[in-house]
Nanobody, 123 residues
Framework: VQLQASGGGLVQAGGSLRLSCVASESTFSRYGVGWFRQAAGSEREFVAAISRGSRSANLADSVKGRFTISRDHAKNTVYLQMNSLKPEDTAVYYC?????????????????WGQGTQVTVSS
């Protein structure tokens, strides 16, 4: 599965961005999809995930109430809507696929990764 993440950019604190993760194949709907982020000098961390069929979602505590994850099966796309952005949200955001369809927060559960999109939040 090839993944293409997009939608990053520069935004002021309090602003919003919507990231998109587009997959190369229609079987994408069978997979769980996660978003992770990696700030400069830090380890990659879990942000959000959505299960196959959009049955469930999982969000990191640091983004609950501000971020939402959704998917459009017809478009083979998963979205990460990010509101009330903070400077500490600045990172490269990656989408990834869990081929067991879950909403895992563990990096090792994800087999395929996109190339990342930069999100920068200014104070």
């Amino acid at each position: 599965v090839q993944l293409q993440a997009s939608g990053g950019g520069l935004v002021q604190a309090g602003g919003s961005l919507r990231l998109s993760c587009v997959a190369s194949e229609s079987t994408f709907s069978r997979y769980g999809v996660g978003w992770f982020r990696q700030a400069a000098g830090s380890e990659r961390e879990f942000v959000a995930a959505i299960s196959r069929g959009s049955r469930s979602a999982n969000l990191a505590d640091s983004v609950k109430g501000r971020f939402t994850i959704s998917r459009d099966h017809a478009k083979n796309t998963v979205y990460l809507q990010m509101n009330s952005l903070k400077p500490e949200d600045t990172a490269v955001y990656y989408c990834a696929v869990d081929n067991r369809g879950r909403t895992s927060g563990r990096i090792t559960d994800y087999a395929y990764w996109g190339q990342g999109t930069q999100v920068t939040v200014s104070s």
